[in-house]
């Protein structure tokens, strides 16, 4: 069982359990007291005093997280009450509404910019509404009042099963004969006073399985939530211009697994090629299975932050770049050219059993423990500060580690190096080399580095004249 929470709550008020909370309600108040006017930005709303009603709804963005093929076991709406106006508290009752309205355009005369209603203030049942009520209740004092019951599972189920739009519900005085009124908080009222929906259910497949050929596996203008299984080739697997929050297993080649304008929250495992597995123009935060037993041209690239975890047993161009934060944590045992990109900060930890132009290039603070067991052109690159816990490697590279700014990562090299530690900033890094290597260390800055060499360094100078503060250490030759 799952269970979420939907609402513009800073902090979930729901005292069950529950497990994910999500942002996504909507909201307005319409009255006949004033026909054409849209109350989206009240800070409470009524379903009484005769002539005035509301309505409200989860997103289709929210509810996108709950996966298709799931069972909705129960359903909860919760209002705060902010009380009856010194009148008679009275029976509200929730109405599956029938028309698309916009919350940012709805009246009681229209549910969207020159759209009317079938019969003013959402009042006809053959088009505005379905006139049986999914559940009511008399909240007889201020809180939080809840409506619940099998009618409102039901109506969830059709929605999540796309058998019904996702039109919300019309909050209604159960009886329109008296003048009392009931006043409940809004999405745009005090926060942890907002409406809450408490949705739980048994998750789905939400499969989306191809045995065969596709140009297109799956495709989306909005959130895509599903489980995708392709069994064959396809162009791409999966396209959203919103979010992609789905899981995927590809078990053949692919030019294209996972793209989306949005952001990518998705868990990957491919056992073909593909070109690319995962890109992303928001945010890439794939977890879960990220393992990749084929070659790829790119692993995942993001112009957000990338987040995710990513296991390489096969080739790769570019494993993982980011035009932001990069904090994955990556293990690669095939050849790749790009190991880590950023733009901004790495923070991941690396590992690599196989060849890689560049191990790890930041424009910013490279704070990652790397572990390479074969050569490199490049094993750590920072315009900013490199901090990194340990640079093991045990093949040849050019560079072991190049920063603009302080260098104090520990370095151990087993093959030889053309250069093992430039800085401009201070160098106080300890490196031990067993292979050959033309510069050990140099700073332009303070230089307080223990170095431990034991191959001749054939004729190369051993020590550095800084532009700082000369602290020459002795070679352990």
């Not at 739980?200 to 050929?213: C, I």
């Not at 890109?279 to 794939?286: I, N, S």
């Not at 490199?376 to 900013?384: F, H, Q, R």
């Not at 140099?442 to 034991?454: E, K, M, W, Y």
């Amino acid at each position: 069982m799952t269970t979420i929470v939907i609402t513009q709550n800073t902090t979930v008020q729901y005292a069950g359990a529950w497990d994910t909370k999500y942002s996504g309600f909507q909201d307005v108040q319409i009255s006949d007291g004033t026909p054409t006017a849209n109350k989206l930005e009240a800070s409470s709303y009524d379903a009484t005093n005769d002539r005035r009603r509301s309505l409200i709804k989860a997103t289709d963005a929210a509810l996108a997280n709950i996966p298709t093929g799931s069972t909705i076991t129960a359903v909860i709406v919760r209002l705060y009450c902010e009380g009856n106006g010194g009148q008679t508290f009275s029976n509200v009752s929730l109405y599956s509404a029938l028309r698309l309205w916009i919350d940012s355009q709805a009246s009681w005369a229209n549910y969207a910019t020159a759209s009317a209603w079938g019969t003013a203030g959402c009042s006809n049942t053959a088009t505005d509404y379905v006139n049986t009520s999914l559940a009511n209740l008399t909240p007889a004092s201020n809180g939080y009042k809840t409506w619940s019951g099998s009618s409102l599972v039901s109506w969830m189920q059709n929605i999540i099963d796309a058998t019904t739009a996702n039109n919300g519900l019309l909050l209604r005085q159960t009886v329109e004969t008296n003048r009392w009124i009931n006043v409940f908080t809004s999405s745009e009222g005090a926060d942890g006073d907002r409406p809450e929906i408490v949705v739980t259910f048994t998750p789905g497949s939400g499969a989306a399985a191809l045995a065969g050929d596709s140009a297109d596996e799956v495709t989306a203008t909005g959130d895509l939530s599903t489980v995708i299984t392709l069994s064959g080739e396809a162009f791409n697997a999966v396209i959203s211009t919103g979010s992609l929050l789905t899981s995927i297993l590809i078990n053949a080649n692919a030019p294209a697994i996972t793209s989306a304008t949005g952001s990518i929250t998705t868990g990957i495992s491919i056992t073909g090629a593909s070109l690319n597995v995962a890109t992303a123009a928001g945010d890439l935060t794939a977890g879960g299975n990220g393992g990749i037993s084929g070659d790829a041209t790119i692993v995942s690239s993001a112009d957000g932050v990338l987040t995710t975890s990513i296991d390489l047993t096969s080739a790769s161009i570019v494993l993982t770049s980011a035009n932001g934060e990069l904090t994955a944590q990556i293990n690669l045992s095939g050849d790749a050219l790009v190991e880590a990109l950023a733009t901004a900060n790495i923070d991941t930890s690396i590992t690599l059993s196989g060849d890689a132009q560049n191990i790890v290039l930041a424009t910013a603070n490279v704070t990652t423990s790397i572990d390479l067991s074969t050569d490199a052109l490049n094993v750590a690159t920072a315009t900013a500060g490199f901090d990194g816990q340990a640079a093991q490697l045990t093949g040849d590279a050019s560079n072991v580690v190049l920063a603009s700014a302080s260098l104090t990562t520990s370095i151990d090299i087993t093959g030889a190096v053309l250069i093992e530690a430039l800085a401009t900033g201070v160098l106080t890094v300890q490196i031990l080399l067993t292979g050959n290597a033309q510069s050990i260390a140099s700073a332009t800055g303070s230089f307080t580095d223990v170095i431990s060499v034991q191959y001749p360094l054939a004729g190369i100078n051993q020590s550095y004249p800084l532009a700082g503060r000369v602290q020459r250490r002795p070679l352990g030759i």
